[in-house]
């Protein structure tokens, strides 16, 4: 059984909801009882310098088949975060769907390479930084906008971050971005608090998804003092507990889940 996180009768967005870290969270939010709006990327091919393809509509199907196969509501919204006016219809057609929200958790993340000073572009600077730091702040302004708007005891918002915030030579972009939610995070946390939201962000490490072979996977493994790699569903978990009532009085924290990595 997983905890009891009970998420039981709230409506949750979850942004690249569809593969990786993000559907695991996704997909663990049902599970603690919330019917999710799962937000994706349309498209199968790669986002422009990113890393990883977009899966598509398709594999936001089969997320949102498992959460209506644990008995819980689940809607999916295609988006493009690097575009100004997706963060207010992603939170409009998610409430049209599923009602008044009582979470977000800012997941979706732009990553490309190179990603370094001496082959840094406005052109990647901008693509990281429009949908790590401009999305999420913008999804969390219009999410408070809404709530104020409305009598609810509590909502709450977690960004995902990564442990790279600290440092990664070779991803400037990513890694400052990063940095920059996790400060948004905490500015965030003093200025909703009030309404009754709390603001958090989860710093993963080294998780697989897929893209750690044998060799990475034998390179990084000193570094972390667990001696093992992350799964998506250790930082689910710590994300249901922010999202949980248990975490009520807890708000402007980054949380590393990373088994010890890059502290």
Request: net charge negative; charged share 15%.
């Amino acid at each position: 059984m997983p905890p009891n996180f009970a998420l039981a009768g709230k409506s949750v967005l979850v942004t690249g909801a569809n593969s990786g870290i993000g559907r695991r969270i996704a997909i663990a939010a049902a599970e603690h009882g919330a019917d999710i709006a799962v937000h994706y990327l349309a498209g199968t091919a790669k986002p422009v310098g990113a890393e990883h393809s977009a899966l598509g509509v398709e594999a936001a199907e089969a997320v949102i088949a498992e959460i209506r196969g644990l008995g819980r509501r689940a809607v999916a919204i295609d988006g493009d975060l690097s575009v100004s006016e997706a963060p207010a219809r992603l939170l409009a057609l998610a409430e049209a769907e599923l009602g008044p929200l009582y979470g977000l958790v800012n997941n979706a993340a732009h990553c490309e390479l190179p990603d370094n000073l001496l082959e840094a572009d406005w052109g990647g600077y901008r693509r990281h930084y429009d949908v790590n730091l401009g999305a999420p702040t913008m999804l969390m302004s219009e999410f408070a906008r809404r709530y104020s708007n409305r009598a609810q005891p509590a909502g709450r918002i977690v960004n995902i971050s990564t442990d790279a915030a600290r440092a990664f030579p070779g991803q400037i972009f990513y890694g400052t971005s990063k940095a920059a939610l996790e400060a948004m995070t905490r500015a965030a946390a003093i200025e909703l608090g009030p309404l009754g939201i709390t603001v958090n962000a989860v710093a993963p490490g080294p998780v697989q998804t897929g893209y750690i072979d044998d060799l990475l996977a034998e390179k990084v493994m000193p570094s972390i003092p667990l001696r093992r790699l992350g799964a998506p569903d250790d930082v689910a978990q710590a994300v249901a507990f922010l999202m949980s009532d248990a975490a009520g009085w807890i708000t402007g924290q980054v949380i590393q889940v990373a088994g010890g990595h890059a502290l």
